[in-house]
C-alpha cells in the first residue's frame, strides 16, 4: 500500500516506532542562489565605495567577505591598534593587489567624499557613537550586533538614522539567512499551527568560546601601538589592560556577556521569523559564574524566560558545557526547528490515536466498552490515515549567511530600499539583551515600560 493509503493502525505503528515524533521524510536542498538576496553581477559605473572601521576578530571577516562581492570596493581602514591596519592591508591585497590607507581615526573616513558607506566591527561600546556620527556625516552604515550598549543609546540612533534618511543594517547575520528565512515561511503558512511556545539553547565548553584570556592578546601590545584612551571611548578612564582589551565581551564597561554575544543572534532569529515589532513585555533570568572566574564581570551561564504578547520565549546559554545550537518553535500542529544549516518541519495532528490510557483506570467490562465505543467513532479505513513525515530542508555546503546580509546592506545602499535590519529592529533585540541582564544583576522580573522607554523592576 502506499504511502497516501495507509491505515489508522499502520499509521500508529510508524508514528510510535518513531517515538512520537514526526517519521523521516524529505530532504530537500534550498537554492541559495535563487534567493532574491543572493549577490548578482553589477553594472561597471555602479560600484560602491565602503570604508571599514574595526579590523579586529569580526571586521577583518566583514572586511574579507565585503571586498569579494560584486561592485564593492575598500577604500579606506581605520583601527584603534596598528598591526590591524596591516591586516587589513593584507586582506585587501590578497584580494585586489591594492592597498589602501589606514587611520586610527573614524572621523577621517566619515569626512572622505570617496566614501559611500561604513562598515563598523568595534566593540559595544562604541556603537552608538560611531553609527550617530555616521549618519549624521550622510553616511549608512552596516554596525555590528548587538546595536546598543545601554537601553537610551538605541532611540538616539533611531533619531539619527531617521533624521538623515540613513541606511542602517545592524549585523545580525540570521536576519538574511536562507534557513531563517524558510523556517518563516513554514510558521506563516500556518502549517504548524499556532506557535504559542519557542526554545533557543547553546553551550560552549572551551576557554576560547568563554572568551577566556588570553583570548589570546598580540605579545607587543602596548599603548604606543594601541590608542588606548580612545579605545575606553565613553568607559571609565583605566590604565592600560591588554586582558580587558581583548577580552571586552566579560565586561560591563564594554560589552553585555551572554545576552550581547550570544542571546542577540537566538533573539534576532525569533523576532524576524515570528514577526516582532517590540521588545518582550517581561523578562526573567537566571544564571551564575561557575567556571571562567577571571575577573569578568557576567555570569558565565545564564537561562531567560521572556514574554510576548502572543507567545513565550526560552532561551538557554552556557558556557559550562558545550551542546548543539537549536532553536525550536513549538506549535499546535507541529514542530520548526533550526538547526546548523537545517531546518526542519515535524508535523502533529494533534488528535488522539488510540483511546486515551485513562481509560486503563477502569475494571476490564468499562474499559472495553470504551474501546468499542473508540474504535466505532474511529473506524480504521484505509486511506483515511497519513503519515506525519518531517521534512528537513538544508542550506548548500559552505553557505555563508554573512555574505548574504552584506550583500542586503549594499543593495539597501544602492538601491535605497529600507535595510532589513534597521535601528528599530535592531532595537528591539538589544533591549530583549538588556533586560535579560537586567533581571539577572537586580534579581527580579525586568519589565518593558513602552511609555519611558525604560526597562523597570
Ligand atoms: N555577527 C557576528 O557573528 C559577530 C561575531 C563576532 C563579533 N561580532 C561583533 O563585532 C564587534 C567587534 O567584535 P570583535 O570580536 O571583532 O572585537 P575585536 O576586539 O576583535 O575587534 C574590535 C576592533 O575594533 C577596534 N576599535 C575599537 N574601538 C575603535 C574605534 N573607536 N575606532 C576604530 N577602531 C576601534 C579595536 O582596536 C579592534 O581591532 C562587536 O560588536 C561584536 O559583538 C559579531
Known sequence: ???????????????????????????????????????????????????????????????????????????????????????????????????????????????????????????????MRIIVDASNAGKDIYCEKPMTHHVSEGFRIIDAEQKNNRILQIGSQRRSSIIFAKAKEIIDSGAAGDVRLVEDTMGRNDPCGAWVYPYPPPPA??????????????????????????????????????????????????????????PPERAYSAGGLFQWKDGRDYPDQMSTLYEYPNFRLMIRVTLDNNSDEVIRFMGTRGT?????????????????HSLCYYASSYPAKIHSELSKAWEAKHPDVPGTARPL????????????????????????????????????????????????????????MAVWDGDSKTIRG
Open 221 to 278: 601590545l602596548s599603548p604606543e601601538n594601541l590608542d588606548w584612551e580612545t579605545w575606553l571611548g565613553s568607559a571609565p578612564k583605566r590604565p592600560f589592560d591588554p586582558r580587558r582589551y581583548v577580552s571586552w565581551r566579560g565586561y560591563l564597561d564594554y560589552g553585555e556577556g551572554i545576552p550581547g554575544d550570544l542571546y542577540v543572534h537566538l533573539l534576532t532569529g525569533v523576532h524576524y521569523i515570528m514577526g516582532v515589532t517590540a
Open 1 to 127: 500500500m502506499g504511502k497516501e493509503g495507509i491505515s489508522r493502525r499502520d499509521f500508529i505503528r510508524r508514528t510510535s516506532a518513531a517515538a512520537g515524533a514526526a517519521a523521516a521524510g524529505k530532504s530537500i536542498l534550498l537554492d541559495a542562489e535563487a534567493a532574491a538576496a543572493s549577490p548578482r553581477p553589477v553594472p561597471a559605473g555602479d560600484t560602491l565605495r565602503f570604508g571599514m572601521i574595526g579590523i579586529g576578530m569580526r571586521g577583518s571577516s566583514l572586511l574579507r567577505t565585503s571586498i569579494q562581492l560584486p561592485g564593492v570596493r575598500c577604500v579606506e581602514a581605520c583601527d584603534l591598534y596598528d598591526e590591524r591596519h596591516v591586516l587589513a592591508n593584507s586582506i585587501i591585497s590578497g584580494v585586489t593587489r591594492e592597498t589602501v590607507p589606514t587611520t586610527r581615526r573614524y572621523q577621517e573616513l566619515l569626512e572622505n567624499k570617496d566614501i559611500d558607506c561604513i562598515v563598523a566591527a568595534v566593540p559595544d561600546h562604541w556603537h
Open 336 to 352: 520548526v526547528e533550526i538547526r546548523g544549516q537545517q531546518v526542519s518541519f515535524s508535523p502533529q495532528d494533534g488528535k488522539d
Open 389 to 444: 513525515e518531517a521534512t528537513i530542508y538544508q542550506a548548500p555546503q559552505g553557505y555563508n549567511e554573512s555574505r548574504q546580509h552584506l550583500w542586503n546592506y549594499f543593495q539597501s545602499v544602492r538601491t535605497r530600499k529600507p535595510s532589513v535590519e534597521d535601528g528599530t529592529f535592531g532595537n528591539n533585540a538589544s533591549i530583549a539583551c538588556h533586560m535579560a541582564n537586567y533581571s539577572y544583576f537586580k534579581k527580579t
